[in-house]
């Protein structure tokens, strides 16, 4: 199998690959919608990004109901320029990015960058990978991160499971040749719901280096695998699993007989 179809690879694919070559190919399979969650991050990150270019994406519909000559005149005017969303999705929406936009340091370094929602692109030894990066300058790259908590030691857990250090990793070997060698990585999480928590975390070295080298390892295995479609046996390289207790709670047993 040519899997140069399969490329360029983009974190979401990756992060599919992580978990088996089988949730790799139904990720490229599967046609992505939307969803209410999707469109509202769109949303926040072009008021808190680029408010600028809000009017020229986005309409917004103040009637009551989408039907009537109301409703038929509207879309006729807008219905093919942009993107229609009603009063509630842009008052939402706009709570959510004054709360980014009302942080001192979220807003300093959002300022201090010159590039905004920018598609990049890199490569490995062949293998091409691509990402959608926030903002970024020499110094630093932004991800904007909409989401159900902020607090920092709830978003870390969040950050770890969701293989963020890998997106960091992609984004910064996609950019190599426009940031300096120590550019940070900064992670901007803003509460979905009131009272619209932010916080400004920045990546630790070893967070950014765990990530370098889950995406050295993963791409690696992509040139290995021969397009197979296998479940988690292909990486483990077994059948049967052990069900065991975790690391902590061994600790906290053996913490107990002393």
């Known amino acids: 199998m040519k899997k140069e179809k399969f490329t360029p690879l983009s974190f ?16 490229k399979k599967r046609v992505l919608k939307e969803s209410p969650a999707m469109r509202m991050g769109t949303l926040v990150h072009l008021l808190v990004l680029e408010p600028h270019l809000f009017p020229k994406q986005y309409a917004i519909f103040k009637g009551a109901r989408r039907a009537g000559k109301e409703w038929e005149a509207f879309i006729e005017k807008y219905g093919e320029k942009r993107t229609i969303i009603k009063v509630s ?5 706009n709570k959510i990015a004054m709360a980014v936009k009302q942080h001192p340091t979220a807003q300093l370094l959002i300022r201090s960058c010159n590039k905004f929602e920018k598609m990049i692109e890199g490569n490995f030894e062949g293998i091409k990978l691509k990402g959608f990066v926030d903002a970024y ?10 989401c159900m908590d902020a607090n920092p030691v709830k978003f870390t857990k969040v950050a770890n499971d969701s293989l963020y250090n890998l997106q960091a990793a992609i984004y910064r070997k996609a950019l190599k040749t ?8 900064f992670i901007i999480a803003v509460d979905k719901t009131e009272p619209y ?4 975390m920045r990546a630790t070295n070893e967070f950014i280096e765990t990530g370098e080298m889950l995406l050295e390892r993963l791409l690696n295995e992509f040139k290995e695998w021969n397009g197979e479609d296998v479940g988690f046996e292909w990486r483990m390289q077994q059948e049967v699993f052990d069900l065991d207790i975790p690391y902590w709670l061994k600790q906290k047993n053996v913490s107990a007989t002393k």
Do not use: G, M, Q, W
């Open 178 to 185: 426009k940031i300096t060698k120590n550019a940070d990585y």
């Open 137 to 146: 300058c020499k110094t630093h790259i932004i991800d904007l991160k909409t």
């Open 12 to 27: 979401s694919s990756l992060k599919a690959f992580y978990k088996s070559p089988r949730e790799f190919l139904a990720y």
């Open 197 to 200: 928590h932010v916080s400004v």
């Open 89 to 93: 999705e842009y008052e939402e929406a």
